[in-house]
T-cell receptor, first 111, second 112 residues
Framework: GAGVSQSPSNKVTEKGKDVELRCDPI?????LYWYRQSLGQGLEFLIY????????KSGLPSDRFSAERTGGSVSTLTIQRTQQEDSAVYLC?????????FGPGTRLTVL | GDSVTQMEGPVTLSEEAFLTINCTYT??????LFWYVQYPGEGLQLLLKATKADDKGSNKGFEATYRKETTSFHLEKGSVQVSDSAVYFC???????????FGAGTTVTVRA
C-alpha cells in the first residue's frame, strides 16, 4: 500500500487480557517507530527499530510492553495484562530518513 | 532531557485571521524541528520541518523559522481557512535515530 497501515483500528479489551497491535510500514522504509497518544501524556515515544540493529526500547513504560519486527517489515506491539491506564491511541510510523510517516493508529480501550 | 513546549490551546479564530502558535524547545546538540498536523479523524501528517538554524520550513501557507538564539520554532499563517482546523504538534529529534519528542499539541478551530 501507499502508506503505513495499522490493525485493528479499534480494540476493546478487559483489564488483564493481552493484546497485539500490528503495523505495516511503507515498503522500503528501514526505520519503524511506535508512539502512544493519550489524554494525560500527549504523544510519547515507545520503541524504535532500525534495520537489523537491536531496537531502542527506552520509551516502553513497563515490562508488560514488548514489540518485535519480523523480516525488517511488519511490527507487532504486545501489551500483556492490560491496565486501564494503557487506554490510548497507539501510532506507528516508518521512515527512510528524517521524515516519519504515520499510520492512522489503533485506539485501545481497556475496560 | 529533550523537550518541546508549545502554546496552550484551544485557539479559535475567524477565517482570514493571522495564526501564530508558539513553540520553544530544550535539547542537547542540534535538533531538527518539525510541525505535524492532525486533521479531524485523520492521522498525523508532517506539515513542515527545518534541520538547521535559520532554516525556514514552509507548506500550505504555513511557515516556521528555526531560531537557535531563542530556541524557538513558531508556526505562522497569514490567512487561515476553515480547512486549517486541526491539532498542531511541534516536535524535535536530536539524534540519528530521529525519534521524535512532541509538544502537547494545540487545537485550532477556524470559524467561517
Amino acid at each position: 500500500g501507499a502508506g503505513v497501515s495499522q490493525s485493528p483500528s479499534n480494540k476493546v479489551t478487559e483489564k488483564g487480557k493481552d493484546v497485539e497491535l500490528r503495523c505495516d510500514p511503507i515498503s522500503g522504509h528501514t526505520a519503524l517507530y511506535w508512539y502512544r497518544q493519550s489524554l494525560g501524556q500527549g504523544l510519547e515515544f515507545l520503541i524504535y527499530f532500525q534495520g537489523n540493529s537491536a531496537p531502542d526500547k527506552s520509551g516502553l513504560p513497563s515490562d508488560r510492553f514488548s514489540a518485535e519486527r519480523t523480516g525488517g517489515s511488519v511490527s507487532t506491539l504486545t501489551i500483556q495484562r492490560t491496565q486501564q491506564e494503557d487506554s490510548a491511541v497507539y501510532l506507528c510510523a516508518s521512515s527512510r530518513g528524517a521524515t516519519q510517516y504515520f499510520g492512522p493508529g489503533t485506539r485501545l480501550t481497556v475496560l | 532531557g529533550d523537550s518541546v513546549t508549545q502554546m496552550e490551546g484551544p485557539v479559535t479564530l475567524s477565517e482570514e485571521a493571522f495564526l501564530t502558535i508558539n513553540c520553544t524547545y530544550t535539547a542537547t546538540g542540534y535538533p531538527s524541528l518539525f510541525w505535524y498536523v492532525q486533521y479531524p479523524g485523520e492521522g498525523l501528517q508532517l506539515l513542515l520541518k527545518a534541520t538547521k538554524a535559520d532554516d525556514k520550513g514552509s507548506n500550505k501557507g504555513f511557515e516556521a523559522t528555526y531560531r537557535k538564539e531563542t530556541t524557538s520554532f513558531h508556526l505562522e499563517k497569514g490567512s487561515v481557512q476553515v480547512s486549517d482546523s486541526a491539532v498542531y504538534f511541534c516536535a524535535l529529534s536530536v539524534s540519528n535515530d530521529y525519534k521524535l519528542s512532541f509538544g502537547a499539541g494545540t487545537t485550532v478551530t477556524v470559524r467561517a
